[in-house]
Structure formats: structure tokens, C-alpha cells
């Protein structure tokens, strides 16, 4: 089994900055992409921010400039560092791992409980 840990959110005043990070464990071959995604209340979840297994990024247009996704590949982790954070920030933050167990298996996605954060006015 895989499972995937965030931390690092809380509340912050417009214009501030906060880190999540995610640690996948388990039974873990490799990881391709991983990603943040959020869902704030009445929305449906959207995609935050990607990065593949070589770096390769890819963001919302509505975080670009303000958001940066990286990984570290060795210890199975990610991270969202967001600067400049405005209320519509607002929303739980997930993260998500394609995940092989193995060389000959297919790809799963993984999820994790999601960590609130909370931009105030």
C-alpha cells in the first residue's frame, strides 16, 4: 500500500507565504508525475501545479509567478511553496503521486488527506 503525508498548512494574511509538502511511502517502485490539486468550498477540485519525474512543470494560470512545485526524487516528496497568497487562495490542498509498485505494473494515483490553507483579508 501507498501513502501519501501532507503538512504545512495553515492561515495567512493576504500577501503572505506558505510551504506544503507531501511524503509518499510504501510500497513504492517509482514515481512519474506529481501534483497538487485544491478544492475550496462549493468548487470542484482543480489542478494547482505538476511536475514530472524530470522536473518538467506545468501550472494553473491563476498561481504562475507566485507558486513554485519541486520534488525531491529520493525521498519520495513534494512541495508547493506559494508566495504572494491572496484569499482565493483559499481551499484544501491535495497531493497527488502516479505511483508504479513495480517495474511491470501500471500506474495508480495516489492521494492524500489534504491539508487546509486559509488567506485572510
Known amino acids: 500500500q501507498v501513502r501519501l503525508v501532507e503538512s504545512g498548512g495553515g492561515l495567512v494574511q493576504a500577501g503572505g507565504s506558505l510551504r506544503v509538502s507531501c511524503a509518499a511511502s510504501g510500497s513504492i517502485f517509482s514515481i512519474n508525475a506529481m501534483a497538487w490539486y485544491r478544492q475550496a468550498p462549493g468548487k470542484e477540485r482543480e489542478l494547482v501545479a505538476r511536475i514530472s519525474s524530470v522536473g518538467i512543470t506545468v501550472y494553473n494560470d491563476s498561481v504562475k509567478g507566485r507558486f513554485t512545485i519541486s520534488r525531491d526524487n529520493p525521498k519520495n516528496t513534494v512541495s508547493l511553496q506559494m508566495n504572494s497568497l491572496k484569499p482565493e487562495d483559499t481551499a484544501v490542498y491535495y497531493c497527488?503521486?502516479?505511483?508504479?509498485?513495480?517495474?511491470?505494473?501500471?500506474?495508480?494515483?495516489?492521494w492524500g488527506q489534504g491539508t487546509q490553507v486559509t488567506v485572510s483579508s
Open positions: 497527488s503521486a502516479n505511483v508504479l509498485v513495480s517495474k511491470w505494473s501500471d500506474q495508480t494515483v495516489y
